[in-house]
């Protein structure tokens, strides 16, 4: 029942705004419930974007690189905010604490400097509190500024309309400002990202009911704001309410720091732990005591070198090993920075005293088009960012028996399972703070520009006297994956079957350019004509820089499996059944002129089926540190000798099946090394010793175990090429020393985790049998750069 005179006005407010229709996507109805999904639940300005692309419109994203803070220059305690501040502690203060406070402030301001974050500073006005500027403004990329009711006078003049003027200038932030602040003068507050805890790419807000947190102005906010509030009630250990949201919880881009014993009622404690969940968020639990030294009072930002987490040096002393090791996989670096005096008498910590700027949507658009954002890739091992993948749909109901050669897989599917086993491959990337990148969405993006893209599209991928003879309103993007049918098997264009193996069709090299490569078999050259549409026509995409000029030359054969980038100087290529001296060359032409790389490194490796590829016998699970096959560099021989008993043993039973083994003997695995200036190529007969030679690995890891682990080197190879047949080399490393793979290669997994990989394990059975991993199934777009470099 509304019965304050506010209340009743907020009703009325809110009457109003339900009036209006808003319209997302398909559906149309009243205010917040035109939507299927909460969030989806935006405003009229907002555009839903499906592949996470950055378009010329509304871009959410949960870190910035940019914050403002406010100096305290006349830092006190504040006697209006000591009733409902339970974290304020004034006993034994002194009156002149401005020293104290600025060197804290300073520290602060200086470390996050150093980590790469762009901090803009504003000179205090001798306010008591505006230290914590988080909670009289927010910014957003829609171009708005929100100004928030704050519940004291004293807080109330913190709101700087100077300030504001700066900010839209410097960020772009075009909209007009969402003005709550008279909403105060009602009797009621919503103060900043200290009330609410936003997750913005979902559109969740998050928060603690209090006399600081107005459930009514909350639902004003996030219905215009097109967000799903999801509020709770708290107690502290005196069973009083917690002031703020932001001291009991934090939520990063994979992560979310929450203590739920402060959330008496059983209900809404699981109404939280489940949206966060939902979301792909990695819940870090903590206690009563642990909150009270502000370990929850904690924000992840971008900076030059990967992902931050400011915290204070109390919040971050006191979590224990596990919590730390966590929150340590889910970034790049920590900055844990003392504050004390700032948190005894102001009762806030580091995330009050940073209030996020986020560009707004043109201009964060014109920043993720152009530069290195996009696409940055410059090693196998830095944490992923950006990637691209597709998940199987119904192009695999054309795998049957008497297709599976030129399908190049070994066994039918089933799809409902492989779909599921791929979407949650897709989760768990998202799970650790990686943009995942959806082909389907991309395509849809671009079909949904208008005839005349979509024509274009299909006309790159299948020609124009195709489209023609069809008919475009025919056609449907999903086609282009799926293939054109008359009926089950009558293809008029064959499906795609091989694209969720995204590794291959294009890749990325050094200097942010992204190379289309020319596969092997012509079925899979039309996914590298795809790929090439798609770069040339989406709206963020098309700032890209691409390399076609493998594509289009006939003599090259070059695949994304064969090639891997050991640093920002060095590349290796295999020389594989999918991959030729000529792809390796012309490749190392283009790096040489186009990029800072200086050596293209051609690894040798037999023809054949089961090593297609060399990340099929060959990945980086950390800088320096690779995991490969046993013997194979050493002691081929060794190979070739369980050939021969596999020939035997074969011949017995009557089959006809053998291997090669004049191809163990005659060629062994070998490198070559072209340098850029240098005419001639610096050759190693065995490749692994060439490899650590010139300091490109430092370690190796073996499937199925260290070498000298087994009874004899042939047990050891014919256990080892079993898993490998499962792609147990194919692991695709996520942060350095981070790698997923596939839950069935237990020798191999054990192996990584004794020499201290952290190995994310993979239910992949119907994944496995278009034999193809991690590493397969993926192509990385960005990465941030690992912390050695």
Request: glycine share 8%.
């Amino acid at each position: 029942m509304l019965s304050t005179p506010a209340a009743r006005s907020m009703a009325v407010v809110l009457r109003t705004l339900r009036r209006r229709v808003v319209h997302v996507g398909p559906w149309k109805a009243d205010g917040l419930r035109c939507c299927a999904t909460p969030w989806l639940a935006a405003s009229a300005r907002s555009v839903t974007r499906v592949s996470g692309l950055p378009l010329p419109q509304v871009l959410d994203d949960q870190l910035t690189r940019s914050v403002l803070m406010v100096s305290p220059v006349g830092f006190r305690s504040n006697e209006e905010t000591l009733e409902d501040n339970k974290f304020m502690d004034v006993a034994g203060v002194h009156d002149n604490v401005t020293e104290t406070v600025m060197k804290e402030w300073s520290s602060l301001v200086l470390s996050l400097q150093q980590a790469g974050v762009q901090v803009t500073t504003v000179d205090g006005k001798g306010l008591p509190d505006e230290v914590f500027p988080n909670n009289w403004f927010s910014t957003h990329n829609d171009g708005r500024i929100v100004l928030y009711p704050m519940k004291v006078p004293s807080r109330a003049q913190e709101v700087r309309h100077d300030v504001i003027n700066d900010l839209k200038t410097t960020f772009g932030l075009t909209e007009p400002v969402f003005d709550l602040s008279s909403w105060r003068e009602s009797g009621v507050a919503l103060e900043g990202t200290g009330s609410l805890v936003l997750d913005r790419p979902n559109r969740i807000a998050y928060m603690a009911l209090s006399k600081r947190a107005d459930k009514n102005v909350a639902d004003l906010w996030a219905h215009e704001m097109g967000y799903e509030l999801v509020t709770f009630q708290t107690q502290d250990r005196d069973g009083e309410e917690i002031y703020h949201t932001n001291v009991l919880l934090s939520v990063g881009s994979n992560f979310a720091v929450l203590c739920t014993d402060v959330i008496p009622k059983e209900d809404e404690r699981k109404l939280v732990l489940d949206s966060l969940r939902r979301t792909g968020k990695v819940v870090v639990p903590i206690s009563l005591d642990q909150m009270e030294n502000f370990a929850c009072n904690c924000l992840q930002l971008r900076g030059t070198s990967g992902t931050v987490l400011a915290i204070s040096s109390a919040g971050w002393d006191a979590l224990d090993a596990s919590q730390k090791g966590v929150l340590e996989s889910c970034i790049d670096h920590v900055i844990s920075v003392p504050v004390p005096t700032i948190e005894r008498l102001g009762g806030g910590s580091v995330r009050c005293m940073i209030a996020e700027l986020f560009p707004g949507a043109s201009k964060e658009y014109h920043e993720h088009t152009t530069g290195p954002d996009l696409c940055s890739l410059d090693s196998e091992t830095g944490r992923l960012e950006l990637v691209m993948v597709h998940e199987p749909g119904l192009e695999v109901d054309a795998v049957m028996p008497w297709t599976l050669e030129p399908m190049k897989v070994d066994e039918c599917f089933n799809r409902v399972d492989l779909k599921a086993q791929h979407r949650t491959f897709a989760q768990l990337l998202r799970a650790r703070g990686a943009q995942v990148m959806h082909v389907r969405d991309i395509l849809t993006e671009i079909g949904s520009q208008g005839d005349e893209a979509k024509r274009r599209l299909f006309s790159e991928v299948w020609g124009e006297e195709f489209v023609d003879s069809i008919g475009l309103h025919s056609l449907h993007t999903d086609h282009l994956v799926t293939g054109y049918s008359r009926g089950p098997l009558d293809f008029d264009m064959p499906p795609l079957m091989n694209l969720f193996f995204m590794r291959d069709p294009c890749f990325c090299v050094p200097g942010g350019w992204v190379v289309i490569a020319r596969p092997f078999f012509p079925i899979r050259q039309m996914e590298s004509k795809l790929m090439k549409a798609l770069f040339r026509m989406h709206p963020a995409l098309r700032a890209v820089k691409v390399y076609e000029g493998l594509h289009n030359d006939p003599d090259v054969a070059i695949e994304g499996g064969d090639v891997l980038v050991a640093d920002k100087n060095t590349v290796l290529v295999g020389i594989s059944q999918r991959t030729n001296e000529r792809g390796a060359e012309k490749l190392a032409e283009f790096l040489f002129e186009k990029t800072d790389v200086t050596r293209v490194i051609k690894v040798f490796i037999p023809k054949q089926r089961a090593f297609m590829h060399l990340d099929t016998l060959f990945t980086f699970v950390d800088r320096g540190v690779v995991l490969t096959m046993p013997y194979f560099w050493s002691k081929p021989a060794v190979y070739a000798e369980v050939a021969r008993r596999a020939n035997a043993l074969n011949e017995k039973m009557g089959s006809d099946q053998r291997q090669n083994l004049d191809e163990w003997t005659s060629e062994p695995p070998r490198i070559e090394m072209l340098v850029k200036g240098e005419g001639k190529p610096k050759k190693y007969k065995h490749a692994m010793s060439g490899l650590m030679a010139e300091g490109v690995i430092d370690k190796a890891l073996f499937v199925c175990g260290a070498e000298g682990s087994w009874p004899t080197p042939e047990e050891h190879v014919a256990r080892a090429l079993t898993e490998q047949w499962n792609d147990a080399a194919n692991v695709f490393c996520i942060s350095p020393g981070t790698v997923v793979a596939y839950k069935w290669c237990t020798r191999t997994i054990l192996h990584l985790q004794d020499n201290g990989v952290d190995v994310i394990e993979l239910d992949g059975v119907e994944l496995m049998k278009g034999r193809g991993g991690a590493r397969c199934m993926t192509f990385p777009m960005r990465r941030t750069l690992a912390p050695e470099e």
